[in-house]
Structures are given as structure tokens and as C-alpha cells.
């Protein structure tokens, strides 16, 4: 009688524990806060870390020339970098206006049809109209050159990664660390290193796309069929003819797809590095958006979607294409084309298009806008502002640090175990240590605000999207069309609305987040099996029933995924909005380039933007691992 | 006269420390007991068999029972954990890496369930595959693969991509890519068990067929009883990765190693797979018979006419010795009897 009452509620008693902890930690939270809050001093300006940074950087330019490091190390990397760089610039710009119109058509012809030509065509003829050749040419080159390096160096890695076991065991947390990093933080270490310039940027640049090339090509190598491999083995194939006759043609599509993704993720990172002096189209969006001048901005801006475009139209259609299938035909037509390039680079074309800009007309609207919706924007600004914003601002800045890091911790611990509580703790106590404590707690603050609504506006378009097929197929050009876009553009529609202010950066990182999320969502929904849906229908489930009893919860993996793709790019966006008014860490690490004083304090900046990434990321991934489907 | 391939006491254990398993009182253990206190998984047990040359020798047994490891531990694609394996008296445990690709290159080749085509390249040049590795050169590997897909019926098709072919017609591409090489030895695993039974059909006439023209010595694994009765010369029942039984098709019909094989052949019609020999008797003394002899080998169905038709029982006889008589009464159990168990 006994065995049989205690055993259901031993059993029960499990889960209502599962339960029970978290509150218990919010509880726990809110009545330490209570107790220990401070009073929000701000951060010092001359904290040990920032010193230390200084004397780093001071001790760097002192044996810039006489350290070894510096003589046979990172001065060759930065010599060759430029060497690429220059030889990569003579190669586009040798070809001269005309010449490299042509050749880009002619590439787009070949490797992914006439249609992409066509776009090809009207898209590097509008970087002459647009008056931005040289800038556009300054892009492509720096792109160019980091894509080159990314493939170099990215696709054998990959491989190997995906041949031997513990390569590949090695690179993933290495890998993990690098792909949440946001882009900001590469650069004051890059300058440190490689001074400003273009050396500095490439290789930003590089350690910025790489991993993307890497990852994507071990996948594609991975992928290769056993059963295909087996047989080529059985044949008596030596290991080296596998990789070079079976796994890589066999993964070429694949790795095509990488060197696409390379080519978008470089091309929204040079954009960025005009903040380190790198030439280019970047350039006019950063001295527009110091401005504020949004129609000055909005030609540059329209430049780069439409190298976005035009680039990623052509990788797309070339890893559609089959290897290997070239008749004598397509070796013709690309014959035709390589002579056409050379006849039209030898004309006489110049770049004296005539000249077609949009600064005035947006500008217009921007004012129009703010004349007449000033009301709305305004009172949405201030609402989210005053309602969200400013009040969790208040709550995280008065925190004592250690709390911060306990309840971290303890969070942490709770959905992914003691690694992700260790990891997530040391990156909140590393970040008190960099003396940016209120810098970082305000960026916080902003970041989960926006995460919020990005989720809460991603779930419902998501579920929306999955649940009804014209809403689908409606919003997939918008959501293929958001995620071609480098991330700098996002600010400019943003800055148009809502001016510089904090709200800048939430709008900015919602419409660069939530592309992803709607996805995400829309694929989670969508990938619970028709038979189970089918079985809750039979049970007589009505469908918001379906929804929230089976669809949502099977879901939760893509969701949780959704959440932690959503935050990681949140992140990376709202420090861009340092640069139009969100102050903060992204301030600090822009100021940390123009002001030499400032540079200890804009490194330290940048490693809190790095512990950020890691501590958001370890909470939302231990969340995803522990509690997701598998 | 030496046998073509020639396996003793072969062992392939998955798993953690394979070697502690082999030659110890583990080895004894079955399956499922091994596993549970090695985590080990003993794919195949002490296999030993022998394959003549221009035979074609049949591995039968249910999904799981090891045939594809036997098969794959012979040109070492898994490597082996013990015993000898012969191919052409050489033994291929001791060849190094070159040698070893030498005997794939040339001696040995196979057919894969799953076709294991290359997607990239042409009809042709998945033929052309084997050749080409060795370094032939472009223009006789090419003339060589051509001949091979006529041989199995598929020219025209050179330069489709594998894609663009049925099922079928994919594992004739694999058929033609395999003898190529002109091996001595073909190697099937489950080769059309991926295709639609009349294709199968189909395939294993040309299997006959090619077996007949070019006279290679063939290995064949398959689930399908129906396909082992038609193929093979002889046929090895694997069960959980030891070898029940080996014998000619009649042999495993008519007299069963134990329940598993029983199991096997139960819905064979018997009549067309026995021969006399299973079913005479011995005349009884002073008795009358026909004066026109059967051969003991003739199977019976091809027997019911003459019997049926005869009044008194007819001899048997084995060369010019007569070995016992058959009537009527034998005959008919052997039509109908198939003894097909209702479960309860
Ligand atoms: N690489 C492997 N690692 C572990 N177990 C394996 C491996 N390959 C096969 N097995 C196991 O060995 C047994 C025999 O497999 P297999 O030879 O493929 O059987 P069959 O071809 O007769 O279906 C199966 O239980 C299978 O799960
Ligand atoms: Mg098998």
C-alpha cells in the first residue's frame, strides 16, 4: 500500500523541480537585486584594463620594427596582403570601365546563364551611373581579395576538417567562437596588428567569412555518399584519386554554395571596414551616416545591394550548374565571351555616364517623413523607449557585477549544465573586468529589448508564413532579398525614421534579426510530419489547438534555434548602432579607432562585445542542446 | 584443383577491442549476449568456404546476418579481425597497400546494392572509371567501356548521365563499370535488390547470360531465395553471422541443415528444384518396371509426365547403375507437398 502511494509521487516529484528552479532563481534574482542594487556609477575612465591595452598597443608601435614577431611575421602577412591587394586592383581596374562591365556580363553568362548577365549588365553599369565606380571598384577589390584568401585557405581546411577526426573535433569550438564574434570586435585587434588600411581590412575580413567556407565545405565532404566512395575504393582508387575523382567533385556544388555564402559575408564586412580607413563604398555610408544624411548614404547603400545582388546571382547559379557537363558549346560561348571582353576593354568607354543620384529625392522623403509622421515615429520611439528600454537599462546598470555573474551562472547551469554555466559566468566576470560594465549593460539592454520583439514579430509572421502558403511564397523574395544584404545597410532606413537614437539600433537589429527567424520558425512548423498533424486533426484537434498542443512544441528545436541565430545577429547590429546614436560598447569601439587616447579603452570595448556574444550564445545554445528534440 | 577464393575462419567483430573476443570463450556467445557484456558486435563468425574457379556461389540470409561485411572483408573494403582469406591461392591478409590495389585494379571487382555511380560524369566515363585510375589511356579506356556497355546492353546511353537512367538500366552501368576491368572474380551484394521484381527478373537473366559469355567466377549475395535457387551453383546460408549451411540448391531443399534453412525454403515448389534422387525408392523384390530408365539428376517436375503416364514404376539410375525406382506415389507428395504450417 505504502510502495504503491509513494511511487507516483517520487515520480511526479521530478519534474515539478524542473519547474520549481526557475522561479526560484527569479526569486532568488529580484530579491538580490533588491538588496545589493547600486547606484550606477559610470564606468571609469581610465580602468586597469584600458591602461593595459594602451601600454599594449604603445609597446606594439615602439617594435613595430625591431621585434621579430613584427619583422618576420605579421609585417610579411601584412606585405603580402597588400601585394594581393594591388594585383587584384590592376587586374579590375586594368580592364579598365568598359572592360570590366564586360568581363563581370560575360562571367555571369557563362557560369549561371543570360538572365544573370542581364543583371550583371545593369548592375555594375548603375555603380558608373550612381557616380561610385571607383568606390564600387574599391569594394570588389577588397572582396575580391578576402574571398580569394577565404577560398585558399577555408576549402583545404575544410577538407581536412572533414577527413580526419580530430581536426575537425579541433576547429568546431574554434569555429563556434569566431561565427558569434561581431564583426565590430575583429577590428581593433586588426589595427593593432596591421595598422588602418587595406591589409588590416582583408584580413578582418578573412577571419570574418572564413569559417563560413570552412564549415560549408567539410559539410559537402561529409556528404559524399559512402556507397559512392566504397565503389571507387573497390576499383582500387588510391586516396588520393578519391579526393580528387570522387569527394570534391562530388561535394563541388556544395562547395560552390560556400564560396557564395564567403563572397556575401566578405562583402558586408569590407563595407564595414571603412571604419578602419579600407577605400570604398563603405566609406560614403560612414561620413553620410556621421552626418545623418541619409540620401547621401542611400546612393552607397543602393551600390552595395546591388553588388550583393549581382555577386551572389552569379555563385547561386554557378552551384546550380552540373560540373562537368560543359559540352562544346558552352566551351565556344565562353570563348566568344573572353573575346568580347578583350574587344570591348579596348574601346574607347569611358565612365562619363551621365550622372543619376537619389540623395536629393530621399532626402525629400526623409523630410516629408519626418514632418508628417514625426508624431507617430516619435511616440514609438519614445514609448519603446521609456516603457522597455530605460526601465531594464536601469535594472541591469544598478546590478553589482557579481550578482550579475551569479544569476548568469545559475542560469546557465539550469539549461545547458555546469560547462555553459562556467563558460556564461566567466564571460560576465570577464566583462566587469574590462571596466565597461555600464557601457555593457546598457548594449544588453538594447540587445534583449530587440531580441524580444524580434522574436515575438518573427514567431507570429513565422507561424503565419507556415500556416498559409501565398503568405509563404509572398514573403520569401522579401526574407532572399534581406539576408543578400550587408549588414551596414540596415541602418540607413532606420536612421531615416528614427534619427540617432538608441531606437535606431533596436529597429536596424529587428529588420537584420528577423529574416532568419521567420525562417527558422516557418521550416520548424513545417518540418513536424504531415502524420502526426494528420493524427491530431483525426483526434478532432481544432487548429489553434494543433497549433499549440503539436506543431509549437515539436517545434521548439527550430524555435530555440531561431532564438539563438536571432540574438547572436541582434548583437552584431546593435553595436553597429553605436554609430547612429546607441552609444555604448559600439561607441566605445568606434571612438577607440579615430581617437588615439581612446584606443585601450575601444579594444576593451571590443573584448566585452566578444564575452557578450559568448555569454548570449552559451545561454541560448545550452537552452537548444538541453531541452531541443535529440 | 585450386579454388579462386578460398575463406577460413573468418572473423569480423565491431566494436571496441575486437581482438579480446576471438579465441576466447567470448567467441562462443551469441549475438546478442556478446553484445550486451563487450558492447561488441560479431558481424561474421568463423566463416570458412571455398569458391571454385567459373562458379557461381551464392551468400544467402536474412537482413543483418553479415553478408555485406563477408563480403566486403574479401578485397578487405572492412578490414578483417582474424582468419585467412585466398584469392587465387594468394593470401590478401598479408598484402600490403599496393598489392592490395593491384587486386582491385585487376582481379577483383563488385556490384554495389546502392550502384555507387559518380553523378559528375558520364555513362562512359563511370565505366571508364576502373581503367582510368589505372592510367590507361583516354582513348582505349573509352573504347573498352563502350564495349562493355554493349555487352550489357546499353549502347546509345554513353552520354547520359547516371540520373537520367531507371534503376535498372543505373546497375547495368555498374555491371559494365565492374567487368571493365576484366576481373577474374565478380563480387555482387544485394545487387538488384533496390529494383522492381520484373527489372530483377530481367537482370538476372543477364546475370546467366553473362556468366555464360564471359565465364567469370561469380560471388553473389542476396536476401531473395528465389534468386539464389536461380543463380547459384551452390549456396551459403549465413544466420547472425555464421555459416548454417553450404550446398547445392537440392541439397538445402531436400535436406535442410536445420529449422532456419527449413524456414528458408518452405514455399519452394519443391518439384522444381529436387531431382529423382530425393524421392525414389527402393524397388521391392521381384518387382516389375519399365523398361525405358530416368537419370537420378532429372528434376522432378520435368519427370511427371513420363511417370504419370507409365503403368508400372520406372527406374532410376545413376550413370548405368540403377539406384531405385519411382512411381506415382512418390511423385505426388512432392507436388503438393509443400507443407505450409498454419501459426495458431
Ligand atoms: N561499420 C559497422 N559498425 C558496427 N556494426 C556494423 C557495421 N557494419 C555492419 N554492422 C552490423 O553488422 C551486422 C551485419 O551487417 P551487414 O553485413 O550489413 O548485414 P547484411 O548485409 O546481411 O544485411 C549488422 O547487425 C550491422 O548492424
Ligand atoms: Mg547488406
Redesign the interface.
Known sequence: MTATMTRPVLRAGAPRWGRVLPVLLVVAAVVGYLVFRTDAAADSEDAAAFRFFTQVRDWVDANRDTSPVFLYGVNYVRLGVRLLVDAVRSGLSGLGFAGLVAAVTALAAVLAGWRTALVALGGFLAFGFLGLWTESVDTLVLTVSAVLLAVLIGVPIGVLAARVGWVGAALRPVLDVMQIMPTFAYLAPMTLLFLIGEPAAVIATLIYAVPATIRITELGIREVPVTTVEAATALGSTGRQLLTKVRLPLARPTIVLAVNQTIMMALSMVVITALINAPGLGQNIVQALERVNVGAAFDAGLAIVVMAVVLDRITAGAARRRAGRWGRGRWAAAAAALVAVVVVALLPIGEDLPRVSFAAPVNDLTGWIELHWYDATEWLKNAVSAGLLDPLETVLTTTPWWLFVLVVAAFGALVGGWRTAGIAGLAAAGIAGLGLWQHAMQTLATVLVTIVLTMAIGVLLGIWSARHDWFAAGLRPVLDAAQTMPSFVYLLPAVALFGASRFTAVVAGFVYAFPPVVRLVDRGLRDVPATVVEAATAAGSTSWQLLWKVQLPMARGGLLLAANQGIVMVLAMVVLGGLVGAGALGYDVVAGFSQREDFGKGLAAGFAIVLLGILLDRLTQGFHHAKGPR | MTSTITVEHLWKVFGPKPERVVGTELAALPRAELRARTGCLAAVKDVSFAVEAGEVFVVMGLSGSGKSTLV?CL?R?IEPTSGEIGIDGEPVREMNPRRL??????RV??V???????????VLDNVA??L???GVGRAERHRRAGEMLALVGLDGHEQQ?PEQLSGGMQQRV?LA?ALA?DPAVLLFDEPFSALDPLIRRDMQAEVRRLHAEVGKTLLFITHDLAEALTLGDRIAVLRDGELVQVGTPEDLVGDPADDYVADFVRDVPRSDVLTLKWIMRDPAPGETVEDQPLPAATVIRDAIPRVLGAKLPIPVVDGDRRVGVVDADQLLPALIGHHRQVPV
Not at chain 2, 101 to 106: D, I
Open positions: 566486403r578485397t573494403l590495389r593491384e587486386l582491385r585494379r585487376h571487382a563488385m554495389f546494392q546502392h550502384f555507387g555511380l559518380l553523378p559528375h560524369r558520364s572509371y576502373g582510368e585510375i589505372q548521365y555498374g563499370r576491368i
